[in-house]
Structures are given as structure tokens and as C-alpha cells.
């Protein structure tokens, strides 16, 4: 959630960050005219108040002079009736503001985060920036097939039986596809916690309204959420594991002994995909259920943009041991997640298609994210506190590497190579291949 100050003393610097995002500047010019209001009637209150204060004073003080004075009383009932007219006019305006408020508020909660000033103008995907790209695509003496083509062949995922079990968009995975999939999960979370320095959790996956709310997904997203409810309580399945991580510090102040916060979780993820129908129907890429290994970051002010770029690396070391071509991307302005300052994906090669593909978003909240939970921080002991800096990234998205390793290790037979840097997961397996009706994991598939 913005600053309520930028409504008033920085509604320039509002102007050009939303304007950065492509959010209608029509909504803008409303939000501050209505942030105006709001801000004449704190000002109109807090005399009313402050004057009826001191006539209370007068009143006690006239009171006590009546019984010598007669004109003393006089004018101390004068100044009640006065100030009933005040109290009216008072509970009026604060009836009134304590509406304003709550409208501002939900305003707030609506409007997306100020891109950093690094971050590029435009549009959408066609405006991200290019900043680095590792490995080459490789070249086939055959046509590579998609990975829901070979996982079907190899008997390692079964889209048929998801679909009957649970609808479209769920997948099933089988024997040595369920295992390449527990190993990938394994391996991230083993070389975010032994080299890269984060605590491993393992969180609820089912989260109540209010880290729904200090995450930013509700309540503009609600939509592309899974719901339920227990009683009079609404529950939600969560969408990554960034909502549950940064949400352990919801209401809390962290001494600055603790900072930074790093944590990495394995989760399923729940997206209802709304806005998605027809895109990526077959195969991996889109699914309402899928598994992520996230990793967050809270830290300090000074140190949130540092540590995004080690975040980066962080992911992109994940790509570079499994042997995956990828490039990173900056994103504009226009393409930005909701709570974002600045946002780097990492986009996998998929043969296939023949284009890079999204396997990993990190992004840097700033402070936005914090203010919403209110997790603070203190920078010594009993010193006030401040806003955290919240940061969030896939390290990666399990389902999309997994069907990368199947596209990019295939070969004409349709059997698939699994990285090195896997095969202590898969007891030394080198690869999969199909013989007969049966998979056979192998150790040196050539």
C-alpha cells in the first residue's frame, strides 16, 4: 500500500509512477482530490476539537467565579449551549471523515506499487529489456517434440486423469515423472539453503484474509484466488508461498539483530487463472495447481536493492547447474506484478516453441508489501521503528523446469537426459527412457 502522503505532498511523483504503470490518470486526479478533502476535514476536526478543549477550560473556570459573579454564569451557560452546537457539528464531521477514511483506504489498497526509476516504460512483454542471457540454445537434427508429447510417451504425466479427477488444467505425474519432480523440489531447496544462505520453512498452504491482504492479493485479485471457508472465516488456498513466508511477520517489529530475513519454502500453488482461457491449455505451463520452491527476503531500506540482485543470481545459478538456456529480463512498467518496485524474469528456452519462456519472477516490494502487514524494524535497540523492505522470487517454479529438462534433454527416440546436477536425487540415473510399456530410469543413456 502507497504512502497516504504521496495523495498530498508528493502527487507529482504520483503523477509520473502511475502514470509509468498505465493507470488512468483520470482515477489519479479523483484520488487526490478526494485525499484533499479528507485532509481539509482533519484540519477542520482537530480545531473544532482543539477550540472546544479550550472553552471547556473557560467553562470550568467561569463556573467556579459564579457564586461570586452572577455575569460569570451567565456566560458559562452561554458557552454550553455554544458547545453543544460544536459537539453536533463535531460527531457530524467525524461521522463523516471515519466514512472517508475507510473509502481512502480501500482506494489505497487498489492502487499498485511506484515503479522504481530504473524501470523501463511501455506496455507489456514486447517493452521488457534484455540484460543478460546464459547457454545457447541447442540445434536438432529433428523436430523436438513439447513436453506434454513426451511426457505422455514416457508414461510420466498423465493430463487424461487429471482432467477426470479434477478438470482441465490439473495433471497428474507417474512414477519416474513424480520422482524427477520430488528431486528438482530437493535440489532447489538444498542449494538455496547450503549456498545461498536462506532458512528453509515449511508453511500452512491455506491462509486467512489478512495475509491475503498484506501480500496485496486481496482485494483486487480475489478472482484468481481458491476460496473456502470454515465457519464464519474466509480461507484461501495460496497462490505461492510469498504470501505465507512474508506473512510470518505480519504485526511484528524485528530487532535489527535478526536483519535480513532470508526463508525458502516449497509449496503447491492454487491460481484459478482467470484471464488466461485459451492460453497454454495443453501441457505444464498453466495449471490451476502447480509446485514452486519461492524464496523471501525482508531486509532494511538501505540494503532491499542489493539484495534483490543476489536474489536474481540466486535463481539464475538454479538454470545454470541444471544446464538450461535462459535470458533475464527487465520488466516495464506496464508489466509488473501489483506490489512490485522493480521486477526481473528469468525466461527458460522451450525448443519446442521455439521462444523463451517465464520460469522465475523476483521482485522488490519495497516497502509496500510492509506497510500493508505492518512489519517494522528497528534499527537499535528501543529506536523507533521503521518499514521493512519485502522482496520475493521463484527459485524456481518446479512444473515449468521440469518440462524444460524434458524439451531441452530429448532425443530423436524420445528419451530425455536428466541434468547432472540431479543424478544423487534419482540414485545416479543419467536419463529415462522408454522400453516396451515400461519406463526405465538408466545410467547412461546415450
Avoid at 309 to 326: F, I, R, W
Avoid at 360 to 381: H, K, L, V
Wanted: aromatic share 8%.
Amino acid at each position: 500500500m502507497l504512502d497516504s502522503r504521496y495523495f498530498q505532498d508528493q502527487v507529482a511523483v504520483l503523477e509520473a509512477g502511475l502514470k509509468k504503470r498505465n493507470y488512468p490518470q483520470d482515477e489519479i486526479a479523483s484520488l487526490v482530490e478526494r485525499s484533499s478533502k479528507r485532509k481539509s476535514l482533519i484540519s477542520e476536526v482537530e480545531q473544532l476539537k482543539a477550540k472546544r478543549n479550550q472553552v471547556t477550560q473557560n467553562i470550568a473556570q467561569l463556573k467556579s467565579k459564579a457564586k461570586t459573579d452572577p455575569d460569570a454564569a451567565k456566560q458559562a451557560d452561554a458557552l454550553v449551549i455554544e458547545m453543544r452546537s460544536a459537539g453536533d457539528r463535531i460527531k457530524s464531521l467525524d461521522d463523516e471523515l471515519k466514512t472517508l477514511e475507510e473509502n481512502f483506504t480501500n482506494d489505497l489498497l487498489g492502487i499498485p506499487n511506484l515503479p522504481d526509476a530504473s524501470v523501463p516504460e511501455g506496455k507489456g512483454a514486447e517493452d521488457n529489456v534484455l540484460v543478460r542471457e546464459w547457454g545457447k540454445p541447442q540445434s536438432y537434427s529433428f523436430e523436438p517434440k513439447d513436453h506434454a508429447t513426451l511426457g505422455e510417451m514416457l508414461g510420466i504425466l498423465d493430463f487424461e486423469r487429471g482432467g477426470k479427477i479434477s478438470g482441465a488444467r490439473f495433471t497428474v505425474y507417474m512414477g519416474a515423472g513424480a520422482r524427477l519432480e520430488r528431486a528438482l523440489i530437493q535440489f532447489m531447496l538444498d542449494l538455496h539453503t547450503s549456498q545461498h544462505g536462506y532458512k528453509e520453512v515449511i508453511t500452512p498452504f491455506i491462509v486467512n484474509r489478512e495475509s491475503m491482504l498484506g501480500t496485496g492479493q486481496l482485494p483486487k485479485f480475489e478472482g484468481d484466488l481458491f476460496k473456502t471457508k470454515l465457519g464464519d472465516r474466509d480461507l484461501y488456498l495460496i497462490p505461492t508461498s510469498e504470501v505465507s513466508l512474508t506473512n510470518l511477520y505480519r504485526d511484528e517489529i524485528i530487532e535489527a539483530a535478526q536483519m535480513p530475513i532470508h526463508m525458502t519454502a516449497y509449496s503447491p500453488c492454487f491460481r484459478s487463472e482467470a484471464g488466461s482461457y485459451g492460453r497454454d491449455t495443453r501441457g505444464l505451463i498453466r495449471q490451476h495447481q502447480f509446485q514452486k520452491v519461492e524464496m523471501v527476503k525482508i531486509t532494511n531500506q538501505e540494503s532491499s536493492v542489493e539484495e534483490h540482485e543476489k536474489m536474481v543470481k540466486n535463481a539464475e545459478k538454479v538454470l545454470e547447474l541444471l544446464g538450461l538456456p535462459y535470458r533475464t529480463m527487465l520488466l516495464c512498467g506496464g508489466d509488473m506484478g501489483f506490489g512490485s518496485v522493480k521486477t526481473y524474469d528469468l525466461e527458460v528456452w522451450l525448443p519446442s516453441q521455439k521462444m523463451y519462456r517465464e520460469i522465475s519472477s523476483c521482485s522488490n516490494c519495497g516497502d509496500f508489501q510492509a506497510r500493508r502487514a505492518q512489519i517494522r524494524y528497528r534499527t537499535e535497540p528501543n529506536g523507533k521503528p521503521k518499514l521493512a523492505h519485502t522482496l520475493n522470487g521463484s527459485g524456481l517454479a518446479v512444473g515449468r523446469t521440469f518440462l524444460a529438462i524434458l524439451e531441452n534433454f530429448q532425443d530423436q527416440k524420445g528419451h530425455v537426459k536428466i541434468p547432472e546436477a540431479l543424478h544423487c536425487y534419482v540414485n545416479g540415473a543419467a536419463g529415462f527412457e522408454k522400453r516396451g510399456n515400461e519406463l526405465w530410469l538408466v545410467g547412461d543413456l546415450k
